[in-house]
T-cell receptor, first 113, second 115 residues
Framework: QQQVKQSPQSLIVQKGGIPIINCAYE??????FPWYQQFPGKGPALLIA?????SEKKEGRFTISFNKSAKQFSLHIMDSQPGDSATYFC????????????FGQGTELSVKP | DTGVSQNPRHKITKRGQNVTFRCDPI?????LYWYRQTLGQGPEFLTY????????KSRLLSDRFSAERPKGSFSTLEIQRTEQGDSAMYLC?????????????FGPGTRLTVL
């Protein structure tokens, strides 16, 4: 069964801290791993994504670390700000299945000023 | 605005009524996806189109659900005989469909409440 497990469910950090959100998958037939940010009442917005042939990708304050052998990937937010307070979802795209994203359960992040 | 748009943004209906949602994808995006999101959960895939062809449907999409993309541009999602369990956010996303370009861009969603 294709699943993506995300943790923690919620996370509180102080401004300037580095929240880390983790995801693990079971099926090896995934070839694209995006992270989405969602504010209340809004649709998910693509934040950053990585392919399994890369171990790390940085875009601005956001970094994805990818461990193919452990089937795990994580999102790090550097110098977090109160405006980063949102729900974050990891996802995985099964290879050759037309683009059906499998999402994790989400992490509600709160950055305190 | 050149992003994905969805209408209506909110819909309240009584159990047993039919509802229809519309999604306008980013222009020149060939692929269009529908997802459903319940409170506190990640989006769940419902169905997707490559141009006007509906290529996959999830088991979540019961016989009461039907989706169309008649001219390969906008799409509609209809729910017949709504049930309280259908209450959710219905999200539409689009992508180019070109090999190697997997980014899916989501619309703001339609929040359905079934009373």
């Amino acid at each position: 069964q294709q699943q993506v497990k995300q943790s923690p469910q919620s996370l509180i950090v102080q401004k300037g801290g580095i929240p880390i959100i983790n995801c693990a998958y079971e099926n090896t037939a995934f070839d694209y791993f995006p992270w989405y940010q969602q504010f209340p009442g809004k649709g998910p917005a693509l934040l950053i994504a990585i392919r399994p042939d890369v171990s790390e990708k940085k875009e601005g304050r956001f970094t994805i670390s990818f461990n193919k052998s452990a089937k795990q990937f994580s999102l790090h937010i550097m110098d977090s700000q109160p405006g980063d307070s949102a729900t974050y979802f990891c996802a995985a795209l099964p290879y050759n299945q037309g683009g059906k994203l499998i999402f994790g359960q989400g992490t509600e992040l709160s950055v305190k000023p | 605005d050149t992003g994905v748009s969805q209408n209506p943004r909110h819909k309240i209906t009584k159990r047993g009524q039919n509802v229809t949602f519309r999604c306008d994808p980013i222009s020149e995006h060939n692929r269009l996806y529908w997802y459903r999101q319940t409170l506190g959960q990640g989006p769940e895939f419902l169905t997707y189109f490559q141009n006007e062809a509906q290529l996959e449907k999830s088991r979540l999409l019961s016989d009461r659900f039907s989706a169309e993309r008649p001219k390969g541009s906008f799409s509609t999602l209809e729910i017949q005989r709504t049930e309280q369990g259908d209450s959710a956010m219905y999200l539409c996303a689009s992508s180019t469909g070109r090999r190697g370009y997997n980014e899916q861009f989501f619309g703001p969603g339609t929040r359905l409440t079934v009373l």
